[in-house]
Each structure stands twice: as C-alpha cells, then as structure tokens.
C-alpha cells in the first residue's frame, strides 16, 4: 500500500475537485506551476473556482488557459493582472465575472502558512498606510503598527515538486519550492505534480522540504517543468 | 540642448554603490536585479529575490516575507513608479493595472528593510515628473524610501522634504529642479554621482574558538539555547564556555530548562552530561522561558527545580509548539497571533483571548534573544546551516529571532560546498560560527 497516494493521471487525481472549490496553486510568477493538473482542470470545465496563485505573469499557460475557459470566479494575489492588454483576468474582471483581491506576497503566504498550522491570525507590520490596510482590523503590538491577517484555507493544493516518494514526502530544486511549504499545509487535499517518483526511503531526509503528512495525492508529471 | 540622461545600467550601478559588503539586499524590479547583478561575488552579499531564492540558496516565500518582516534585510532596492518628498512610494503607474489595488508586489520590499532605496526614471516619456509632491498613483510604502536614485539625481529623504545630494555628470542642481515635481534642497556636499562599489569583503563570521564567539554576552542578556531533552543536538562546547565567562542574571529560552542531566540517555559511566544545568548550579540563571522545565522523574529533580524551589530563579512556562511558534514570530516579524493551545487553562490567565470561528484562541507574543547557541553539524563560512537528523530541533527557529546567533558545527566548509537544497538555516541568520573542538563530547 505503499504507492496509494499515486494516482495514474492528473485528470484522475483532479476529478473530484467540485464547482466552487478554492484552489491553493504553487509556482512563483508562472515558474513552476503545477502546468498537468492545471490542465486537466480547465478541462474538466469546473466553474466557479477561487484561484489563490502567486501573479500570473509570464509562464503559467495552463493558470492562464484555466481563466480563459471561465472556471475561476476570483482570484486572490498579490499581483492577479498581468499588465498586459490580452490579460484575460482583466477582461473577466471588466465584465464583472471576476473577483480579484490583492494581497502583498509576504502576508498572503503568511495566512496560508497560518492556516496550516492552526494560528486563528497574526499581526504583521506590512502594508500600514497603504490600501492593504484600509479599513482593516489595526493595533499597536510591542510599539508596532500592525494588520490583523486571518488564516486563508483552501479545498485542494496544486503544487509541482522535483521528487516524491511513495509517502508522499517531496524534495524541490531550486526555486521550486516557492510556495509550496505553505499551500499545501493550507489545503484540505494536496495534489503534487512530480518529476520523478522513488520508494519510500528513497529521498534523503535532510532533503525533504515537504512531510508526506501534507501531501495527499502524487502525480507523475508528463510536462518538462517551466523554468 | 537637451541634457542626456543616465542610461539603466548607469543607474544600476549607482545603486549598486549603496550595497555594501556582506549585506543582504532585497531587490526587484528591472533596475534593481540589474545592480544585483553588478556586484561581485567576492562581496559576500545576499541577494533576496522575488522569484524565490536568496543568492545561490532557495527560500519560500513564507520564509523570504518573514526575512523582510524580521528585520534580516538591510536594503531592499526597489524599481518605483513614483515617489513623493516624504518617502512615500507607488510601484506601477495606475494605468496599468487596473482596479482599486492593481498589485501588491513591492509592499512586502518596502515594510521591514532597514533602509528602502527606490530607483526610477526621472521623468516619463511626456516629461512629466516620477519625483512629485504627493503620488498620483497607489501608494505602496508610507514613508519608508530614504534614498531615490533617477537617471539625472541622488535625493536623501529628509523629515522636511527632499535634499538633492548627487547629479548625474554634466547636470546642475538648477536643471535636476526644473524636472523634478516637488520641492528640492540642495546639500552644501552637492557632487557628482558616485559609481564606485564600497570597498571591501564582509567580516568573517568564523571565530577560534567558544569563549571568543561570546565574549560579549552581557549579563541580564536573553539567551536561546537548542536541544530537545536528552543529551544530543545541544551546543555543549558554548555552554560550558558560557559558563566559563560567567555572565550572570540571565534569561534562557529552550524547550527544557536542562533534563539531558537527569535523563541520562547513553551517558558513559561516571561522566554527566552538559545541558543548562551548567549555568543554573553556577548561579547564572534568573529566569527559564521553557515548555519542560522539570525533570522527569522526582527522585532526581533537576539543577533548575532545585534553584526554583529555592526561590533563586524564576520560570515562564510555555507549551512546546506554543514556545516554537513564539520563537519562529519573533525573528519572522510577527507581533503577535492566535493559537489554540493553553485556551481555557492556566496558560491563558492574563492573556487576550478571541473566538474565532467558533474556536477559543488566546494571543501570543513573538520571543526575540539577545544571543542563540546553537547547534549544527556542517557550515560554510557564510553562515549556512545543515543539520543532521533530530537535531535541527529548535534551531531554524531560533537562529533568526536573536541578535547574535552562535552557532557550534562539527566543519566548517567554504562557499558552495553544501548542497543548497540542505541548508535548513541561511547564513543570514548566523552572526558567529565554531567548530567544536576534536574530542568534545558533551559529557564530562
């Protein structure tokens, strides 16, 4: 039963993800996003989705082509718009489809890191002054003017990784790790989208960034990885 | 005639020139990477990036927006859209991004460096000013930019506005105020743009030995000591040299209050093991911040309860995830939050407590030190850590949130020997590094 969180497909591994989800998606700027999972999920044509993603800037075909086909209703960033005149977040959100939240990368990764680890909240001393603090729960703590930031949870991680082991234990290379260690703590199911899969004891522990206790699912990955 | 404006690889290395050695820089942004990029290696200087890593070394993002918040970055260069005479920045013009918040991605650069420089154009294609009196765009930053480097001028930001202190070569101070949209003083120092990077290489973090790595531990100073319970992953060759300074009236911060003693795991006949209790019989211990602070067994009460019943130390007693998420608060730049644990017990007597959907929470505080001892089995001369096994422990947690961190490793390698997918802790959380000495055991 070693193998049990290894699943033959992404679409296998992304098929019961419902309309309405909220989808926690690693990768930094595009780079390293999970590009399988991603595509089968855009093509199982869910609607309704809370995308919750680094910027989707540059490389993310598949963040792009799951916006494109409609299945995302809001998107929670720190950077949501591209900038550029064929964004199609910015089309949707024009349209009035689409809801978009920005929120500074720092503290965005902060609220999912404290979603996974239980902290109703945190107080960080980002954005004071600024529209992130508009209207937002404030106070002094030690002297310093703090936001309030709530947990931010989601239904499913979506995440790439250079190596897992049957348990579910993921080594990443280089950047990759991004935002990872927080989205999959966050998420009720993690998907992680792989290079390559080894036997349970197949990864030196020092190397493992990511406990098989978060990972749920495992795919093998049939794309190159993006960056 | 129409005076030439620096071109970006210019202003790059103007603001490289502020980037000195050793440092460790946050930037992003066109300019900014590229005055990353013109500082040599031997510099020794961290680069934080957006993309997610940090020099050579990878870091979440968690872990990089904590870097900033916790105060671990000593310039963040940023690529600004404009900015105002108090300091005050925006990221992008507004026609760009659309919406009432556009994007957020410099906010982070801007609130926890210690110094923030921006660097921009002057002046926009239609020559309208990008240095004004009040933004025109989403701001940012409040109030955090000191230093803005155009293509034509350096300004120091002043609590009463802007002081041109450098020009770009050939220009006037006369002709930098006629493009720029507020109101400039001029320094008396007025020259030349500087392109020079600082001279030389960072200080090397790797003293000879224990009592020279701690020299300057005061007395009263707050100090976070690793180790789980038992005897191993604890930094026994700076306590005993702890001990042997003698710095009294301290604060200690650790998972026990000094156990390995009692418990005795594997402790070769006749010899005791080295744990706090070091410190605690030789009266240096006024105080324990511990999850386990009592010895396991109460026929052998530990060096530490016997001071505790004695009425010689005092003791703030924090449950052991409590205690790690405090430790991790305190050098990730979080105030304060919400946890769970200890609701509704005599943890929670004095504290706020919030519901919070449904659930009990009571708020904590972040921990800070003045020194960390800690323990590691490999680091380079750059300060980066690898553990091994268990007794990483506490450590990642307690490296970043102290002043000082000490840390005691087994070899000491150069630059690039680690495999950076192993570095648990960067270098940037180490301040001072020993080999422990051939034969030091932990016991004695």
Aim: with cysteine; glycine share 12%.
């Amino acid at each position: 039963m070693a193998f049990s969180k290894l699943y033959d497909s992404a679409q296998a591994a992304v098929a019961d993800i419902p309309d309405g989800a909220t989808i926690l998606v690693g990768g930094v700027s595009g780079v390293n996003a999970p590009e399988g999972l991603l595509s089968a999920l855009a093509d199982r044509g869910v609607r309704d989705l809370t995308c919750v993603c680094d910027s989707n800037y540059y490389g993310a075909e598949a963040l792009h082509r799951l916006v494109s086909a409609g299945c995302v209703s809001r998107i929670i960033s720190p950077a949501p718009f591209t900038g550029r005149s064929d964004d199609p977040v910015h089309e949707l959100w024009r349209a009035g489809t689409m809801t978009v939240d920005v929120v500074p990368w720092g503290t965005l990764a902060e609220r999912m890191r404290s979603a996974g680890a239980g902290i109703g909240g945190v107080f960080l001393p980002v954005g004071i002054g600024t529209r992130f603090a508009e209207g937002r729960e404030t106070r002094m703590v030690n002297g310093v003017e703090c936001v309030f930031e709530a947990p931010l949870r989601g239904d499913f991680a979506l995440i790439r990784a250079a190596c897992a082991d049957g348990v579910g234990n993921l080594a990443y290379e280089g950047p990759q790790r991004g935002w990872n260690s927080a989205v999959v703590s966050a998420a009720r199911v993690a998907i992680a989208e792989v290079d390559q899969v080894v036997e349970p004891g197949g990864i030196d522990p020092e190397l493992v960034i990511t406990p098989g206790i978060f990972v749920n699912r495992i795919v093998q990955s049939s794309s190159v990885p993006v960056g | 005639m129409t005076l030439e404006r620096l071109d970006a690889q210019s202003v790059a290395r103007r603001a490289a020139a502020e980037i000195a050695p050793g440092s460790v820089v946050a930037v992003s942004g066109a300019w900014a990477v590229a005055a990353a990029d013109l500082v040599p290696e031997e510099k020794g200087v961290w680069f934080l990036r957006a993309g997610g890593t940090l020099s050579d070394l990878p870091i979440n993002a968690a872990d990089a927006g904590a870097a900033l918040r916790g105060g671990h970055v000593d310039l963040s260069i940023l690529t600004a859209a404009q900015v105002d005479s108090h300091g005050s920045f925006a990221g992008y013009h507004a026609a760009d991004y659309p919406g009432p918040q556009g994007h957020a991605g410099l906010v982070d650069l801007a609130s926890g460096a210690r110094r923030v420089i921006a660097a921009l154009p002057h002046i926009r294609e239609d020559g309208t000013p990008n240095v004004v009196s009040a933004l025109s765009f989403p701001q940012d930053g409040a109030r955090c930019v000191d230093t803005i480097i155009t293509d034509v001028a350096v300004f120091r930001v002043a609590d009463d506005g802007l002081i041109l202190t450098e020009v770009a070569p050939g220009w006037s101070a006369e002709e930098v105020r006629a493009i720029t949209g507020a109101p400039v003083s001029v320094s008396p120092n007025l020259r030349d743009m500087d392109f020079d990077l600082p001279p030389g290489r960072p200080p090397s973090k790797v003293y000879a030995d224990g009592p020279g790595a701690i020299a300057d531990l005061p007395d009263g100073a707050t100090v976070f000591i690793d180790g789980f319970g038992g005897p191993g992953g604890m930094a026994h060759y700076l306590l005993v040299s702890l001990r042997d300074r003698g710095s009294r009236n301290l604060t200690i911060v650790s998972n026990t209050a000094g156990i390995a003693r009692v418990v005795s795991f594997g402790t070769p006949p006749g010899r005791t093991a080295i744990d706090h209790s070091v410190l605690v019989e030789n009266g240096q211990v006024a105080k324990a911040i511990a999850s386990f602070p009592v010895s396991p067994s109460v026929s052998r009460p530990s060096e530490f309860e016997l001071a505790y019943r004695r009425g010689e130390v005092d003791l703030e007693l924090v449950p052991q995830g409590t205690l790690a998420e405090r430790l991790r608060a305190g050098g990730a730049g979080i105030e304060a939050f919400y946890t769970p644990t200890g609701a509704g017990t005599l943890i929670a007597e004095g504290k706020e407590s919030r519901v919070i959907d449904g659930r009990e929470y009571i708020l904590e505080h972040g921990l800070r030190a003045d020194f960390a001892l800690i323990r590691a089995h490999q680091a380079d001369t750059r300060g980066n850590l690898v553990y091994r096994g268990t007794s990483r422990n506490f450590n990642a947690v307690m490296a970043p949130a102290a002043r000082v961190t000490v840390v005691e490793v087994d070899e000491i390698v150069q630059p690039g020997e680690l495999d950076p997918e192993a570095v648990v802790t960067p270098g940037i959380f180490v301040q001072r590094i020993v080999r422990r000495p051939d034969g030091f055991t932990g016991y004695e």
